[in-house]
């Protein structure tokens, strides 16, 4: 028999193909491992049939299951998708499983799925793995994030019991230990403060330490940063990131088990993820509460999209990572145009333009994630207050007060909005604009 080629040899052996090259990667190991690497082309087809995607549903039956019920439109045509149809047999198939693999080789975990918020995702994470028993929190962890996610009330609707340890400030690898040993904990949850700091005389256990102990720990990282090194963007990642928890690094340091928000940092839709071991991840899956918290073809869709583009290693196709990553020249380039457009709007309307400028704005990533850090921007100032008159457009332009005047800040408006907006600056003060 032939020596088997390379992983790397076999997955560039289809040049046309429009899959990320890490998933033929996956797919070229895996032939290369079943002896199978003759079919490669073959098995590569049938990784490609399982990404969601349009189709023409002729069976007469309106709602199909298998096709996402009632046809879809958002945006587009009305179209079925192949949501739990496998398209290399003809049966059912499972919704989760194209979009979970293309998270799951994203995040470098074994397995992933996805259910409707993070706040799901922690409860099902629990109530699988702990199954009503009792689960150490750190004292310090037991936060609030976003419109009342508690931990302490997601924990006793899993049906976990919550064993507190050590102090608001301070936990320690020994106050885990206590509660496996004397308290019974079955697994050990960790909970990222995402939208507060303690800062001071602290000190936290770290995921590598909590790895030691002899039960499964369950990481709730909350923004969903996929890989502390962001290999999406062209250079390094930026400095405002530092510290926040990543997918791949907390999985790495040894979490049995992550949670995160899809729309957060992970800059797809609304969405929680879990990933990790294989097991608990199937444990999860079997879980009932899987079906009440499972998502809809749209949302999977959207994921399956931002996952491609982080696979792609293509930031620019995820909006959040675009915008956070604009340089500064061209946020003043556009600023500056806005400006002149605006002016050139106002003399056409026979306006005397409104008083305004390039201006140096700081911006903020928010939903809950990185409270202390700031982003350098640009902006433009006006003076007086317009904040009314701006929200109130057909296109509400949602601007803040700032020293009187009025800001809008360019990184987060979406550059083929400009025109758009400079039109409205155009018309400021205009009684009888629309
Ligand atoms: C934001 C956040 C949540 C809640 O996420 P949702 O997707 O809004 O439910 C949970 N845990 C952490 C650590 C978070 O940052």
């Given amino acids: 028999m032939d020596r088997p080629p390379s992983v790397d040899e076999l997955a560039r052996s289809l040049p046309n193909c429009d899959l990320p090259h890490a998933v033929l990667v996956e797919v070229a190991r895996s032939a290369i491992k079943d002896g199978t690497h003759d079919r490669f082309p073959a098995l590569v087809e049938q990784r490609r049939l399982r990404l969601l995607g349009p189709v023409i549903n002729a069976t007469g039956v309106l709602l199909h299951t298998n096709m996402g019920r009632a046809p879809l439109a958002h945006q587009t045509e009305a179209q079925y998708s192949n949501l739990e149809l496998d398209l290399t047999t003809g049966q059912r198939g499972s919704r989760q499983r194209a979009v979970g693999e293309l998270l799951a080789t994203a995040a470098g975990a074994p397995a992933a799925m996805v259910v409707n918020n993070c706040a799901g995702a922690v409860m099902l994470a629990l109530a699988a793995v702990a199954a009503g028993g009792p689960v150490a929190v750190s004292r310090g962890e037991l936060v609030e994030i976003g419109g009342a996610f508690r931990v302490p009330d997601v924990m006793a609707w899993s049906g976990a019991q919550l064993v507190e340890v050590g ?143 982080y696979l792609n290693r293509d930031g620019a196709r995820i909006p959040f990572w675009q915008m956070a990553s604009i340089r500064l020249a061209d946020l003043e380039q556009r600023a500056t145009q806005i400006l002149s457009l605006a002016t050139a709007e106002a003399s056409a309307r026979g306006l005397r333009p409104p008083t305004m400028e390039l201006s140096t704005t700081e911006a903020v990533p928010g939903g809950g994630t990185l409270p202390t850090v700031t982003i350098e921007s640009r902006g433009i100032r006006l003076l007086g207050n317009h904040v009314d008159a701006l929200r109130q457009r057909t296109i509400p332009i949602i601007a803040r007060v700032e020293d009187g005047g009025t800001v809008l800040d360019v990184r987060t408006i979406t550059p083929h909005s400009d025109e758009y907006v400079a039109a409205a600056l155009g018309t400021l003060g205009d009684e009888a604009s629309p």
């Avoid at 690898?173 to 004397?182: I, K, P, S, T, W």
């Avoid at 969903?224 to 390094?236: N, R, Y």
């Fill in 167 to 309: 102090t608001t400030n301070r936990t320690r690898l020994n106050d885990y230990r206590a509660a496996v040993e004397q308290h019974g904990a079955v697994a050990v949850l960790k909970v990222h403060q995402s939208n507060y700091r303690i800062v001071g005389f602290t000190e936290e256990t770290t995921v590598q330490a909590l790895a030691s102990l002899d039960v499964p720990v369950i990481a709730d990282i909350g923004s969903g940063l996929v890989d502390a090194s962001c290999p999406w963007l062209e250079g390094k990642p930026p400095v405002w990131l530092e510290g926040e928890p990543a997918a791949r690094q907390t999985l790495k340091a040894g979490a049995d088990l992550i949670t995160f928000s899809g729309d957060k940092l992970f800059g797809g839709p609304q969405a929680g993820i879990i990933a990790g071991r294989s097991d608990l991840v199937q444990r999860c899956q079997r879980h009932p509460l899987t079906r009440a918290l499972r998502p809809g073809g749209l949302v999977l869709s959207a994921l399956q999209e931002t996952a491609l583009a």
